[in-house]
């Protein structure tokens, strides 16, 4: 919804032809391997959203579908509390495409711009998963890559063990660095620093079908433990420490050290316009991704 950013930012034009961040993913996702792309939108856009992103601006190089996510599409017996007007969050968006996805996927946000190792790291892990289950992975960035200069920002710092898989993921609000060069959040008031290379979640995740099974179950203790909060989000994090707290999954940390660009607030958006110049300088992209 873009709060922050003023506008629907996921549409908002960042290339020289006025490409936005989800045509450099798709295109992106496309070198990687992948063969689909399905976007997670609200009927209220859904014509707009259509017009600009259809299979034909792909050139028919990836399948597309549209699936939906409203407040009203809930597991069976539940309801919309008195209230609410907040989408249900990240992991309710993942769960919209359970009849669209049958394979190994990707989940990425649609304002990140992740950069083509990662979708090449990402993909290469998928693509060996065959038909496993609960073996899931995501692509960690070191933190002092992923700061905005025009406020604070949200990060999932992620718990690692010997092996690279992930132990924990913790939420992390108004993460900044300071004059001082310190990078710091200010949860609860306090000033907790944090290491330049401490891995962070940037909503890049790779899973296989059965996560939606588990989404939809886990979804209905969810929503009985927070409906009365009508600003409570069931994110993707909170469904993957579920899952390898109790040991059902395991979830692989791919490591990237590449800088990641995004635009958090409205100020963000010269800076990545010139990153993608300089890619495009530098050979990574063609000057029209479409021609």
Known sequence: MGSRYGSLKQMDGVGPNNEAIIDYSVYDAIRAGFGKVVFVIRHSFEKEFREVFSADRF????????????????????????????????????MMAADAVHEPFAVINADDFYGAEAYKTI????????????????????????????????????????????????????????????????????????????????NLFGFTPDFFTYSKEYFKVWFEANKDNIKSEFY????????????????????????????????????????????????????????
């Open 236 to 291: 993707i994090p909170t469904m993957v420490n579920k899952l390898i707290g109790d040991g059902t999954a395991t979830l692989r940390v791919l490591r990237s050290a590449a800088q990641w660009h995004g635009v958090t607030y409205k100020e963000d958006k010269p800076a990545l316009m010139a990153a993608i110049e300089k890619m495009i300088a530098e050979g990574k992209y063609p000057r029209n991704l479409w021609a």
């Open 123 to 202: 993909g290469d892990y998928l693509a060996q998963l065959g038909e496993s289950r609960n073996s899931y992975c995501m692509v960690a960035y070191d933190l002092n890559k992923t700061l905005s200069e025009n406020g604070t920002v949200s990060r999932g710092v992620c718990g690692v063990d010997p092996k690279g898989d992930l132990t924990s993921m913790v939420e992390r609000t108004q993460i900044e660095r300071m004059p001082d060069g310190r990078i710091v959040f200010h949860d609860n008031g306090a000033d907790e620093p944090l290491s330049e290379d401490t891995p962070v979640s940037m």
């Open 59 to 94: 050139g028919g190089r990836i399948a597309v579908d549209f699936v939906f996510q409203e407040l009203d599409y809930l597991p069976e017996g539940l309801a919309v509390p008195e209230g609410r007007v907040k989408p249900w969050g990240t992991n309710h968006a993942v």
